[in-house]
């Protein structure tokens, strides 16, 4: 089947057409396209995401997107698409709150031939509200101009599953490392579509932490990208001098009894070690950074081997826009290799926010029939 994913949690505009087939242990992906617009630039500016000027981009990127993406599929045909009124004023109904993309929905897509897909998904949350009620009512309102069925995702089900993107397959149970800007979790899935939250954080998530200490450092946004750059330098030049570090970070809740993590106090201690400092120097941030990431790392990893030790899984997947992290990457996979547990460890690109993974998730709750229209933008929706 042919699916159209939409996904705007928060600061990446992403559509996706997949054609699915495939039973829900082994499905199987074809991405006939995929296109996707980031606002890193225009939010680093100020340091982070701001949801209404995000929800704005939104508006102004995504019918852009799409068109792209019905082009590379070759299913844009442009043709006189006769819509009657009432069809009309339900449109402008779903859009109502969406100005902005109302009237780029009515140039451009009332034009089109209705193309040849059978559902449309959305991400409906976890995310920022605002944004997120673009992609929805977005996908209603072409729902309601092509009669197509439209589906709700779970954003952090997407990451969870975003290694089916490219041809993995889950062996259940299986066990997840969820690390993203909003997210910290360590997710069991005894079986497909079904979750179990084992441990969570207790204040910033990951990503939330590198990005205020990136902050702290005087470093651009999004944060962790800059302070791998910086953690990876030093290494190298550690390396080659021989040097000592300079600081040392805590390593919170590593032995707590449970499977919870704590972020905040690191990004504190952090921020009093720079305010100790007279003058920081370039060398002085890239000492931190490496420390910071090595701390951030050790903590993960140890907790996802405990959990590995108790709950068995047969799979590990590591996701979420901080799993593109070169060097929590490296020790995950030293750790399955040493668990013996096989890794889903999505390239990059797939880390970070996309419509594919959306799409994925899409299919797998179309097959098991859970897949419900979405009612609303839920931004603390979990697994
Ligand atoms: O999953 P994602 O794209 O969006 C959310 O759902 O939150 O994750 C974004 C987060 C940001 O906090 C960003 O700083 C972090 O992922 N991130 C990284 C790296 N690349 C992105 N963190 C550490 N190292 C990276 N290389
Ligand atoms: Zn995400």
Sequence with gaps: MKILAIETSCDETAIALID???????????????????????????GGVFPMMAKREHQKNIIPLLLHVLKKAKILTKGKYIINKSLLAKIK??????PELLVEFEKHLLALAKPNIDAIVVTEGPGLEPTLWVGINFALALGKLWDIPVYGVNHMEGHFLSPLVEGSHITYP?????????HTELVLSPKPLVYKILGKTRDDAVGEAFDKVARILGLPYPGGPAISRLADQARKELRIKNQELSFTLPRPMLH????????????TAVLYTVQKIENITNENKKS??????????????????????????????LAGGVSANKNIRKEIQKLAKKQKVKLLLPKQKLSTDNALMIGVAGYLNIK?????????ANGNLSL
């Design 288 to 317: 931190l950074a490496k420390e910071f990431e090595d701390a951030v790392t050790e903590v993960l990893v140890y907790k996802t081997a405990k959990a590995i030790e108790v709950h068995k899984p047969k799979t590990l997947i």
């Design 93 to 98: 109904k779903i859009l109502a709150r969406e």
């Design 368 to 376: 098991s029939k859970k897949a419900k229209t979405p009612k609303k």
């Design 256 to 267: 707590s009894k449970d499977l919870d993590f704590s972020f905040s106090g690191l990004k």
């Design 20 to 46: 699915a087939t495939g039973t829900i242990l082994k499905p199987k992906f074809k991405i006939l396209g995929d296109a996707l617009h980031s606002q890193v630039a225009l939010h680093e500016q100020y």
């Design 174 to 182: 299986a066990l997840s490392l969820l690390i993203s800007g909003g």
